[in-house]
C-alpha cells in the first residue's frame, strides 16, 4: 500500500465548496478516461492506491489506468448502507464492490458514524456485522469515520478491521475535535490510519496543508489527496516527496504581477 494515495472527490463532484463546483467537476469529469488521466499520473509514480465510493465510473477509470500502465490499482472503497437490519442490501453493495474490482470494502463515515457505541466504548453488533460481511467476501475490511471516536471504540473492542480513515488537516476542517486531539487518537491507533482532506477541500495550499500532514502522522499511516489535473497530481507528489526526503520542492510557484518585486532575477 503506498502512502500516498489518490482521492476521488475532486473527480467525482463533492466540492465541499458549492452546488455550482459540484457540478463544473461532474461536468469536466463526464467519461471514466479523464478521470483515468489524472489517476494515471500517481500510479506512476508508485501511487496505486484510490480511494472513492463504490461505482461502475470508478471500476472503469481504474481498469483504463492499469491497461495504460501495467500497474495493479488498489481500490479502498467506501460504500454506504442505511437500512437498518437489511443485511442482504448490504451484501450485494459488497458483492457488487469486489465485482467491480475493489480491494478494500470500508462502510462509510455514513454508515459507520451513527454506529459508535460511544456510551459503551464499542462498535454497535449491526455495524460488526457489516465488517463480517466483508470478511466473508474476502474483502479487506476497515472504517471510514469522520468522529474519532470511530477508532477510539473499535480499538478498545477488539473490531476486526485493518486501518481507518479520518479528516485531518491544518485548518481543521470536518474535523470534530482540535487538531491536536486528532493526532492523539491516530498515534494511538492500534491500526494505520488513511487520512483524508489533507488541504481542507482547497483551503490550505498544497506546501501548507501536506507538511502539516506528514510530519505529524506515523510512519505506518497515509495521506490521501484528491486533484483535478494532471498538473496537481504531479506538484502534490513532488511536494510529498520532498518533504519525507526533508529537502527543497522543485516546484515552480505560481505567479502574478504583484509578486513582481519578489523574484531573484
Same mark, same amino acid.
Given at each position: 500500500?503506498?502512502?500516498?494515495?489518490?482521492?476521488?472527490?475532486?473527480?467525482?463532484?463533492? +466540492?465541499?465548496?458549492?452546488?455550482?463546483?459540484?457540478?463544473?467537476?461532474?461536468?469536466?469529469?463526464?467519461?471514466?478516461?479523464?478521470?483515468?488521466?489524472?489517476?494515471?499520473?500517481?500510479?506512476?509514480?508508485?501511487?496505486?492506491?484510490?480511494? +472513492?465510493?463504490? +461505482?461502475?465510473?470508478?471500476?472503469?477509470?481504474?481498469?483504463?489506468?492499469?491497461?495504460?500502465?501495467?500497474?495493479?490499482?488498489?481500490?479502498?472503497?467506501?460504500?454506504?448502507?442505511?437500512?437498518?437490519?437489511?443485511?442482504?442490501?448490504?451484501?450485494?453493495? %459488497?458483492?457488487?464492490?469486489?465485482?467491480?474490482?475493489?480491494?478494500?470494502?470500508?462502510?462509510?463515515?455514513?454508515? /459507520?458514524?451513527?454506529?459508535? @457505541?460511544?456510551?459503551? @466504548?464499542?462498535?454497535?453488533?449491526?455495524?460488526?456485522?457489516?465488517?463480517?460481511? %466483508?470478511?466473508?467476501?474476502?474483502?479487506?475490511?476497515?472504517?471510514? /469515520?469522520?468522529?474519532?471516536?470511530?477508532?477510539?471504540?473499535?480499538?478498545?473492542?477488539?473490531?476486526?478491521?485493518?486501518?481507518?480513515?479520518?479528516?485531518?488537516?491544518?485548518?481543521?476542517?470536518?474535523?470534530?475535535?482540535?487538531?491536536?486531539?486528532?493526532?492523539?487518537?491516530?498515534?494511538?491507533?492500534?491500526?494505520?490510519?488513511?487520512?483524508?482532506?489533507?488541504?481542507?477541500?482547497?483551503?490550505?495550499?498544497?506546501?501548507?496543508?501536506?507538511?502539516?500532514?506528514?510530519?505529524?502522522?506515523?510512519?505506518?499511516?497515509? %495521506?490521501?489527496?484528491? /486533484?483535478? +489535473?494532471?498538473?496537481?497530481? $504531479? $506538484?502534490?507528489?513532488?511536494?510529498?516527496?520532498?518533504?519525507?526526503?526533508?529537502?527543497?520542492?522543485? %516546484?515552480?510557484?505560481?505567479?502574478?504581477?504583484?509578486?513582481?518585486?519578489?523574484?531573484? @532575477?
Amino acid at each position: 500500500m503506498p502512502r500516498l494515495i489518490c482521492g476521488s472527490n475532486w473527480m467525482l463532484g463533492f +466540492s465541499h465548496t458549492s452546488k455550482a463546483k459540484d457540478r463544473f467537476i461532474k461536468e469536466l469529469f463526464d467519461t471514466p478516461g479523464k478521470a483515468a488521466d489524472v489517476i494515471e499520473v500517481f500510479a506512476r509514480a508508485g501511487c496505486n492506491a484510490y480511494m +472513492s465510493g463504490d +461505482s461502475e465510473f470508478v471500476s472503469l477509470a481504474l481498469r483504463e489506468v492499469e491497461q495504460r500502465t501495467g500497474v495493479p490499482m488498489l481500490w479502498v472503497a467506501t460504500p454506504h448502507w442505511n437500512p437498518i437490519g437489511d443485511y442482504d442490501a448490504w451484501k450485494r453493495t %459488497v458483492e457488487q464492490a469486489k465485482a467491480w474490482g475493489a480491494t478494500f470494502c470500508y462502510p462509510h463515515m455514513c454508515t /459507520t458514524d451513527p454506529r459508535v @457505541d460511544r456510551a459503551n @466504548d464499542r462498535l454497535t453488533p449491526d455495524l460488526c456485522e457489516l465488517l463480517r460481511v %466483508v470478511r466473508e467476501f474476502e474483502l479487506i475490511p476497515g472504517l471510514s /469515520t469522520h468522529m474519532p471516536e470511530a477508532i477510539t471504540c473499535a480499538d478498545a473492542c477488539g473490531a476486526d478491521v485493518e486501518s481507518y480513515v479520518q479528516p485531518y488537516n491544518a485548518a481543521g476542517f470536518l474535523c470534530q475535535v482540535e487538531t491536536d486531539w486528532i493526532q492523539q487518537v491516530i498515534h494511538h491507533a492500534k491500526k494505520p490510519v488513511m487520512t483524508i482532506k489533507p488541504l481542507a477541500a482547497g483551503r490550505l495550499l498544497p506546501p501548507t496543508g501536506l507538511a502539516f500532514a506528514w510530519n505529524t502522522i506515523r510512519d505506518c499511516d497515509m %495521506v490521501t489527496i484528491g /486533484t483535478m +489535473s494532471t498538473y496537481e497530481a $504531479e $506538484e502534490v507528489i513532488e511536494i510529498s516527496l520532498a518533504l519525507l526526503e526533508q529537502r527543497a520542492a522543485n %516546484v515552480e510557484l505560481q505567479f502574478t504581477r504583484s509578486k513582481k518585486t519578489l523574484t531573484m @532575477d
